[in-house]
């Protein structure tokens, strides 16, 4: 089966720093791929450099069978085809939600007005915020926000979305609502790079974990292999890091509440 | 006393007028070009192209370091004896003026949209959209609150240096003033009515700018 996706001898610096080193990764359609490693170690910058936010410096990258690394590239066609979710969702202040949403179909895809408001409808309503189409991002929480940004990228009917650690700035109560508009996106068939923090998510939703750190990828495998049985020690260690607070001994009844 | 001064003022009303719109044309003119060209340049520079970095920034030193007088003589004098075009009065002030105007927009509108947080530029591009489109409805839009208040007070500076154009000869309401002194010797009338003219310009500007400082830093 030949690859919606494919990284092969990739690199990439950042100056003197190469941040991304010898990159070879196939993702197939319909793929969920959930990408792990330690702060720095490079899995947002894959992300940024299928979207063209990066530019790589050697190697390959092909997407539906194109070499996105070309200079002949339309990146603005592939971003349309691959779309990116970030971390500070980033939607645009002084518009409402529904004209944050219909700007890309509009004045990029330039879609039929009634069309395109009719799939952002049924979208918001697909995440629960039908009612917030007038809103603006600022009279919104932050797993509000993030969710119509999910469905800002998806009302360009993209090919692969790319998630860059989308709950990493929500507060905790807020993280559930988004990560399981994500979990639906799994379900339907869509084509996922997820790059998160949420192991117990990696490991429900991803059909491979790929564990990266310091520019290189070190293991790539199905999560249960991955979880319960991490080939490379420093997966090891970085499992156990995540690992300490559950396996944290319950706190010992104290004096004070024997008195009582 | 009171009373000849005030017939003389109303005598003169209509040459001072005269004065008063080419001054206010000089300077709504060269308003409207440092505008536009404000604009552009902000935008050219964070484009982060290397030469035209460079040449833009040659272009704001030349402004900020050479004095408007200075570049108003050069074009006006410097031109018919180097390249043999003799440029009008009135043409050169408005020239002057806008090129220096548009370099003190241009640094404000490059800081407003440097301002923005980088993610907006970044989910402006993730959903396709052009270098133009970017700017257009996502970049400048929400600089715009950010740059006006800084932009009026240009506006400001602008028509208060537009008074330097009297010495290239043009004839606005200062150099009428002039005439009706030498006339009349009524210096403190004269200049008393002046001061009022420019300040009732620019007062309401500068409140103006002071104003949506105030509304849009609290919103």
Known sequence: MSALIEFQGFNKFFGEQQVLKDIDLKVAQGEVVVILGPSGCGKSTLLRCLNGLEKAHGGHLRFAGRELLDKATDWRQVRQ???????????????????????????????????ARAQAEALLERVGLLDKRDAFPRQLSGGQQQRIAIVRSLCMNPQVMLFDEVTAALDPEMVKEVLQVIQGLARDGMTLLIVTHEMAF????????????AGRILEQHPPETFFTNPRTARAQQFLEKFSFVEALPKKAPTKELELL | MASSGLELLWVS??????????????????????????????VLRTL?????????????????AI??????????????????????????????????????????????????PRGQREAGLSIGLSDP???GYVLLPQALKRMTPPTINVYTRIIKTSSLAVLIGVVDVIKVGQQIIERTYESVLIYG????????????????SRVLERRWTQA
């Open chain 2, 13 to 42: 009303l209509p040459q001072l007028g005269k004065g008063a719109a080419q001054t206010l044309s000089i300077s709504l003119l060269s308003i409207a070009f440092s505008t536009l060209g404000g604009v552009l340049y902000g």
């Open chain 1, 81 to 115: 085809d691959i779309g990116m979710v970030f971390q500070s969702y980033h939607l645009f202040p002084h518009m409402s939600v529904l004209d944050n949403i219909l700007l890309g179909p509009l004045k990029v895809q330039k879609r039929d007005r009634r069309e």
């Open chain 2, 193 to 208: 009515a002046l001061f009022l003219f420019f300040f009732f310009i620019c007062y309401p500007l500068s409140a103006a």
């Open chain 1, 202 to 213: 990696a490991r429900a939703v991803a059909d491979r974990i790929v564990f990266m750190d």
């Open chain 2, 48 to 64: 982060d192209h290397k030469w035209l970095n460079a040449v833009l920034r040659l272009y704001l030193e030349l402004f900020r």
């Open chain 2, 67 to 116: 004095p408007v007088l200075v570049w108003l003589y050069l074009l006006f004098f410097g031109f018919p004896i180097f390249f043999g075009i003799s440029i009008p009065s009135f043409t050169c002030a408005v020239l002057v003026l806008s090129l220096w105007g548009a370099s003190e927009v241009g640094e404000v509108v490059r800081g407003a949209l440097h301002s923005l």
């Open chain 2, 133 to 135: 489109q970017l700017y």
